[in-house]
């Protein structure tokens, strides 16, 4: 039995069982607390967060709330329809899971954030002129300071700058980023665009191309 513990915090008890799987496939104590309430519990290694009905400012409070406990990592659960306007807190240790996933995924994800410290790979970070993409804990930052991304920004953004130099279409984009199942138009993409190249700055925005009747190409 291991003498990790993993707090799930939540409103409701949809993910009570979803969380317990932990117990059986990493040998890990699971307790339950709310977002309201979790001044008084004992110590852990991992809160896992249902995002559910929850604020992003809120979110940060958490997040805050974990890093004067000792940076403990957070695992949020999101539902699919809020990842276009979630943003990941901008300094925690901090990963996501969408809600549909399975317990294979859930003890992975797990897993890693509750791994020994340990510096990020190469490969996880990315430097593009005064930005800084980490692959790995799904933040950006300009010149050091944390950019305020939604999910879906994030997820595009990074698509591009990990695939420079060719042009996707709003198609493609929508396959690659929103995944098989989004519903909406192609328009989508431009608005989203638009928003990451307001947000990074104009030295950054230089590198998102518009590709005339194709869609969009990120110079390196």
């Not at 009747?213 to 990120?218: D, I």
Request: proline share 4%; charged share 25%.
């Amino acid at each position: 039995m291991s003498d990790k513990n993993v707090l799930l915090m939540a409103r409701t008890t949809r993910f009570h069982e979803f969380a317990r799987t932990l117990a059986t496939t990493m040998g890990v104590e699971v307790s339950i607390a709310t977002p309201d309430s979790p001044a008084a519990i004992h110590d852990f290694d991992l809160l896992l967060l249902d995002a559910d009905g929850i604020r992003n400012d809120r979110v940060e409070q958490i997040a805050k709330w974990l890093e004067d406990r000792g940076s403990i990592p957070m695992l949020l659960i999101i539902d699919e329809d809020q990842l276009a306007s979630f943003s990941m807190p901008a300094h925690a240790r901090a990963d996501f899971v969408c809600s549909s996933a399975c317990p294979a995924e859930l003890e992975v994800r797990a897993r890693r954030l509750m791994g020994n410290d340990e510096a990020f790979a190469v490969d996880d970070v990315l430097h593009v002129d005064n930005m800084v993409i980490n692959l790995a804990t799904y933040q950006v930052y300009l010149d050091d300071e944390p950019v305020d991304l939604t999910l879906m920004e994030y997820s595009l953004l990074s698509f591009l700058a990990t695939h420079p130099n060719r042009a996707y279409s709003r198609e493609v984009l929508l396959h690659r980023v929103w995944g098989f199942e989004y519903c909406g138009g192609t328009r989508t993409v431009d608005v989203h665009i638009r928003r990451i190249r307001s947000k990074v700055g104009p030295q950054i925005a230089a590198h998102i191309t518009t590709v005339r009747g194709v869609g969009y190409l990120f110079k390196d």
